[in-house]
């Protein structure tokens, strides 16, 4: 007889908590006592945002980087250096948080929804095409949870059709297709720092690129306007104060550092816990791999949860359960966004179909990347409480 369910009043799989996140130690406090005592609070006047833009724009094989306030500031501010405004079309995927579109409202311009490769949840490039209009001036590829979309594909019809392509990395710091990291693979990338991001000062982010002009677009715009070497009050354009404070810096510096040798600790927990459900798991199906990805940042974990295997219990039952059993942070990921509200009150009409998508938002779990920086003991206990549920449900 299978054991009573946490949930019903029975004893969690695990009563300890995953590792604790954020990860830091004396490095942080350190620097950040450096910049207290230093009196150089601000980038203009301190040195720890422009090292850190070095570093992680080297870290991602770019040659520029250009820190501002968050994830949502950078794909905007990548967005204006790529002079995208009113009446222009940007093609992106309705998998992804709401920071992606809403990024293309502050230009003016309008995202067109393409839908996504259940394989991989990113955005389908097959479909790319057929969506293209006059209008259209740049491709969103998001890379979700950490994994590379298909830039292949994505940058053939970017070239084909004179667009550009802006990255969304902000899951993927240290992901690579086919070897080279993502971000400026494209004409640009942004990444976010948020606080339950891999590399985390509890906000922040940074657009890269390896393009100079689109570089010094995006520090004027980020710096009010300012030219580079030019006077206090000389404006030569229209642009926000989108500059990162120094002790996020120097957060930033010692994240950076510690984060390589995260990287594979992440890794082989997704590849053991992987292996488990494939093996003695009917029910939550891990997406496939592709050889092209070469590596990931496993911010997220995602799995396909089919209900006949759970006795047909829903998605959102199962949730609660493995919560109950200690099995946390678990969630049911994003809605997409041509059905949340907030697009809908934006973008008149009837919303696009994208079965993919709307299947994805349906059935998709996610967990996120604090369990997999624990021990294959942790990945077991994960595996022990979906069997735990499915054998009570059966």
Known sequence: MPDTLAIDGGTPVRCTPFPAWPVFDETEENLLLEVLHSGKWGTLSGRKVIEFEQMFAEFQHARFGICVPNGTAALELALRALQIGPGDEVITTPYTFIATSSSVFQTGARPVYVDIDLASYNLDATKIEAAITPRTRAIVPVHLGGRPADLDAILAVAQKHGLAVLEDACQAWGSAWRGRRVGAIGELGAFSFQAGKNITAGEGGIVITNNPVLAERCWSIHNVGRV??????????????????????????????????????RAENVRYLHSLLQAEMPGLVPLTADERVTANSNHLFLLRYQSQYFGGHSREEFLRAMVAEGIDPISSGYVPLHLSPAIRKTISGTPPVLPAAEQAGRETIWINQTPFLGSHADMDDILAATLKIQQAWA
């Open 228 to 265: 580079r070497n030019g006077a206090w009050y000389q404006h030569e354009v229209l642009g926000m104060n989108m500059r990162l404070p120094e002790w996020e810096g120097a957060i930033l510096q010692a994240q950076l550092k510690r984060f390589p040798s995260h990287m594979p600790i």
